[in-house]
């Protein structure tokens, strides 16, 4: 892209409420414009940001067999109700809005009532069983505060996905297959060696659930870990019988901030019992289906990287997220010439900087932008068929032939 | 795609109250799944054929230098004063929610306040304009009926774009390039002989908006064209002084029904002027920036397409916005084979049908489906190294040599 036409400029200051240092460089560097608390616009680049994130959730689920769909934001009560998560005083996280035509709908802060609704239409003998099914779609929750820029929003991007089986062997496979994607998921996204399967609070239906938890000095979580990182627990489980359970010593564990990225959850028979979603097994026997959910908080995941990623001068995506790999820049009349030449043919890949700025302020830009690579072409460089390439997250610089350069 | 791996099966029935025949067909094919009246969900199918909506939308768009943008659904309702949107009486069609922390929000039924509040931040001077922005988005509009499927929804997607200029001139050359990449964009969606760039009411800025009207028997809207249909206009504006304006006469004049696929509308200084979006000009002098407004109903689109494109089988999708392209079927032992190694690498083309159903409940699918080939390999086929090809658009079937298949 090139930046003279784009309406994207990078601005002096954050709003004056965003205490974090890496949504301050999102909105800093035009990413997000921030609505009200906790609630963003995605400019372009922010928007890239999450579009890569998403492709890379996608890629992984699809590979292990998981269907996606789009389900509505606006819910009927119905459902929510049957399974007593309407009452504000059991979920007091809605958003709710009166229909003109008459009755009351809630905005979809999670989806297992409709899903399970829905596959009732499809689901009816052991044969049509497992199924995974997954979105990535807005949420809406009614937090009391917000902060942390898109680490904690009201309004936020979410993928959450839920299986069904018909057994505990077949729930146990799936559940182990989501959770190895997740892993695969948090590589690919650059947080891989930080980010920790965490044992957390379960439900009737499992003694624990899985936690993503990736290390984060503003996270909102303390997680306890042993001497090889093999062991991590959650805050929350921090008790007797789960240290015994999990083969651990208060004394040898030690604790940091983290943020959760992603939870694994088993459900059992809580959704599907009440609302009806059975199926007819071999011996002609109807029994309801054992469902599991899993959530990646897509914009979440995007401000968690912010944070953990960026120095005094900006952002520092990794390679694999950043909106644009390189940050074209020309010096002197030979070196925007060829620039403009090395930029035609790679408009997904490059910004380029063709505007009528000093150097110095495309560097900065360059690096408030934590664009991956920046590549600067002057007479000096060019004079050896070179241009100077920045690694924005080491700052190593090294003279690259004008041939290799992407 | 493996159909044995995916929940979805047809239906035999669709909802109840479920009329048109393309939503009855979207239904029971598993494209969508209704949630209540005109908020509905995308199943795997549906959800590839808006996408397939959107990519072609979003290509026309960047090419005439748009900027994609994600904003909020939830409105802070400040700016929409100050237009004098907000208030029931203005504007009825809103959603509206209490925060917990306090204070009424609103569901985005379209954006021009906050892309014009976005923009305060970025624009300045006449050297940042032009600036053509757009997203594609759910929006939500509390209408009192819905009907027609997911052609009159309550929450349905939408492509909205705006573009903001310093003078008329500079306006009229967008709203322009628009017209031109909305021409283009229903040519590729498979439907641009049938649709129509009509006359429709302006504003104060203008005296006419356009919409793009699409032949459609179930269609809201009622035109009126001349013999060659040069000029089309809708029932709204048949008056005298519209008629003489564009050189016609009632005499002449042919009517029909059609739906309003995509509106583009001049908004002059409607929402700049009160939110204080302005410029500097070249003399220092500050100046409202001008404005226009493109929309595009992506679901919308979808179930036109899908009630204008159905025979008494099923759908019958245009090539561009199919979910699959084919639909494999092999048939005795040697046509599944054959069938399992032609669709080994094609997966993200093919349906390949590979339940355990008899041979015509694969072939009525296909039809219902709408999928444009069905491809079907048997042991008399495969004798002279072929396959039976059935357009499904026109019925007919020829034999393809297998290594010409795809």
């Known amino acids: 892209m090139r930046l003279s036409q784009s309406f994207i400029k990078t601005l002096r200051s954050a709003p004056k409420d965003e205490t974090a240092r890496g949504a301050q460089y999102l909105s800093r560097a035009g990413y997000i414009y921030k609505e009200i608390a906790g609630v963003y616009d995605y400019l372009p680049f922010g928007l890239r940001v999450l579009d ?53 709908l809630g905005l979809g802060p999670t989806h297992e009532e409709p ?168 011996n002609g026997e109807r029994k309801p289906v054992l469902m599991g959910c899993y959530g990646i908080g897509i914009s979440r995941v995007m401000g968690v990287i912010a944070e953990k990623m960026c120095d005094d001068k900006g952002l520092v995506w990794p390679e694999n997220i950043a909106p644009y790999k390189y940050y074209l820049i020309g010096l002197n009349e030979e070196g925007v010439k060829k620039a403009e030449e090395l930029y035609h043919g790679h408009e997904e890949e490059v910004i380029f900087d063709d505007r009528d700025l000093h150097a110095g302020e495309k560097f900065a830009d360059a690096e408030l932008m934590g664009i991956p690579y920046r590549v600067v072409i002057s007479d000096k460089t060019l004079a050896d068929g070179k241009a100077e390439v920045t690694n924005r997250q080491t700052g190593e610089t090294k003279l690259v032939d004008l041939a290799e350069l992407y």
């Open 115 to 282: 899903f399970t609704e829905m596959l009732r239409n499809y689901i009816s003998s052991y044969k049509d069983l497992p199924v995974a099914v997954y979105q990535i779609q807005t949420k809406f929750r009614n937090e009391l505060r917000a902060k942390s820029g898109i680490m904690r929003g009201r309004e936020f991007l979410m993928k959450d996905m839920y299986t069904f089986a018909t057994n505990e062997e077949e729930h146990d496979k799936l559940y182990e297959e989501v959770k190895n994607a997740y892993i695969r998921i948090y590589d690919r996204l650059g947080i891989g060696s930080d980010t920790f399967v965490t044992f957390a609070s379960g439900g009737v239906f499992s003694k624990y659930s899985h936690e993503f938890q990736t290390l984060c000095e503003v996270g909102e979580d303390n997680i306890y870990y042993n001497a090889d990182k093999s062991v991590v627990l959650n805050e929350e489980v921090l008790i007797d019988e789960v240290m015994n359970d999990l083969g651990v010593k208060r004394e040898e564990l030690e604790n940091t901030r983290a943020a959760e990225v992603g939870n694994i959850f088993t459900l059992g028979t809580k959704f599907s019992a009440p609302l009806g979603l059975e199926y007819t097994d071999k």
């Open 52 to 104: 890569n994130i998403k492709t890379i959730v996608r890629e992984e689920l699809n590979r292990i067999g998981g269907e996606e769909c789009l389900m509505s934001t606006l819910q009927n009560p119905e459902p929510w109700i049957k399974t007593d998560r309407w009452d504000p005083e059991k979920m007091d996280i809605w958003f709710r809005t009166q229909l003109a035509a008459g009755g009351e």
